[in-house]
Structures are given as C-alpha cells and as structure tokens.
C-alpha cells in the first residue's frame, strides 16, 4: 500500500494532522490545567493568558493519550484525526496517520496489548536492559517482579475484601449506618439483660447475606456457623462446647463486632460477635 502513488502525500497530510491535534490537545489540557487552578484559587485570573504558553509546552503528555485513543477507538468528535480513522474512510489515510504517530508492523500488536505505544516502547527497553544483564542481576531483576506480583495480589485480594464489606455495608443497612448501629446496640443490650456475656468477636470465612441474630444452644449453633474460628484457626463453637457442654445457650450477632460496653465497634457481614448465656452454676458476670 505505501508504494501507491500519492502515499509519500498522503503521509505528510497525516503528519500535518497529527501535529494539529496534538497541539491542540496540548492546548485544551493547558486550559483545563490553569482553570482548575484559578478555580483553586492557586493561580489569579489575569495571569491565565501569560501561563498558558508555558502550560501547553509542559503538556507533551498528551500524545500518549491520543495513542491510547486511537487504539481503543475512543477519539472524540472534535479530534482532527477521527474522521479519517473513522471505517469506510481511506485505508492508504488510516495507515498513514497510523504511521505518523509512530505506530508499524512492529509495535501496533504490542501497543494494542499494553494499551499505548508509550508503555510498549517502554517494556520493550526494559526488556532490552534485562538481556543485557548478567545472570545474577536477572536473577535478583526476577526476585523483585515476583516479590512485586505476589505484594500486587495480596493488595488486590484486600482490595476486593475491603470493597465486598463496604457493599455488605450498604446492603444491610440501606445507606442510613447510623440506624443499623443502633440496632445491633439495641440487640447487645437485649443479650446482657437476658444474662449473656460477651464471649468473642471473630471473623467469618465467608461473608453472610444479612445482618442476623441467632440464638440457640451451642450444638445447634455449630451446625448453622461451621465457619466461626479465632485467627488461631480453632472453632469458636467447639471450644465452648468443650468449655461449656454443647448443650449450653449461646447467641451469634451477625454482621458486627461489638466490644463489651455494647458499642460496635466495626460493620461487616464477615464479622460475627459471639455471646454465651450464664446458667445458674455460673458466677461470671457481664
């Protein structure tokens, strides 16, 4: 296709166009830039125009946006290049403004996958220094990327832990937290007059549905929450079975810890607090 008549044209048109946009986005996100901060009130109103120069001249960035852009197809309207990208238009313009902005049979597969052609140039200059290295910096080079991927999936796993509570939050208590608050004290309270004691807080291996009272005897509770265990790994149940005898009264307050003075303390529908009921041979008080 380059070697049709008119391409050499054709690709300095494309080059014009390119250079036009990316100027003028340089300048959009300059204005956008220095109108935040006047807004902030970091910059005065009289100095937009004589910091706009300087602000489009640091906004360089930008190409890699328009590249990111052309390969996802999300070009806005007003963009110089997004008529001629556009499909049925000329496939001798397309691949000439593809060419203009650097992109070849070498790197658009690359650019595609990482998303830009600025993070595939960039992996593939790291890819370049890893080979040249010796064995014990590769060594040590493959150390850290694994050390990084394992820290990188323990914070997405806290991540998707931290955003399931937030939803398990908001499911249970509708948006208004302070009238579940209540209703778990109202609850805590009930249970101390009823004579039960706070026994523990503990964490659920899988979050519950919906905040919950459960009461019951210790052997009727381990068959409902099999999932009760300290941190330590022991079942909460079975050791007040063994402590107490199954057939001891205990409650579990789904969805919150609650401390002591009957204040809660955290939200979440993977948190459980755990009473045990005293009987008549008991003298620990609440």
Not at 13 to 19: N, Q, S
Not at 114 to 139: A, I, M, N
Not at 155 to 164: G, L, Q, T
Request: aromatic share 8%; net charge negative.
């Amino acid at each position: 296709m380059r070697a049709e008549p008119g391409y050499e044209e054709v690709l300095e048109l494309a080059g014009l166009r390119v250079e036009v946009d990316i100027k003028d986005s340089k300048k959009q996100a300059a204005e956008k830039l220095i109108d935040k901060g006047i807004r902030l009130g970091k910059i005065p109103p009289e100095d937009r125009e004589s910091k706009l120069a300087r602000y489009t001249e640091r906004s360089g960035w930008v190409k890699y946006g328009i590249e990111r852009q052309v390969l996802s197809g999300e070009l806005p309207g007003d963009s110089f290049l997004c008529k001629p990208l556009q499909l049925g238009s000329s496939a001798l313009e397309r691949l000439a403004i593809l060419e203009a902005l650097g992109f070849n049979e070498g790197n658009i597969k690359g650019s595609i996958v990482f998303g830009s052609k600025h993070r595939y140039d960039r992996k593939v200059q790291e890819s370049d220094r890893f080979f040249r290295s010796t064995e014990e910096e590769q060594r040590e080079q493959l150390k850290r990327l694994l050390d990084d991927a394992k820290t990188n999936q323990a914070n997405e796993e806290k991540r998707k832990k931290e955003a399931a509570r937030v939803a398990g939050i908001e499911r249970m208590s509708g948006g208004d937290v302070e009238r579940v608050v209540e209703w778990f004290e109202s609850c805590a309270e009930s249970l101390r007059q009823d004579g039960y004691v706070l026994s523990s807080m503990v964490n659920l291996e899988s979050s519950r549905e919906k905040a919950e009272l459960v009461k019951g005897s210790i052997a009727e509770l381990r068959q409902y929450f099999p999932d009760l265990r300290y941190p330590s790994g022991l079942s909460v149940l079975d050791y007040l079975s063994e402590t107490y005898g199954a057939d001891s009264t205990a409650a579990v307050l789904v969805g919150a810890q609650v401390v002591g003075t009957g204040k809660v303390y955290t939200l979440g529908l993977d948190w459980a607090t755990v009473y045990r009921k005293l009987d008549s041979s008991d003298s620990r008080s609440y």
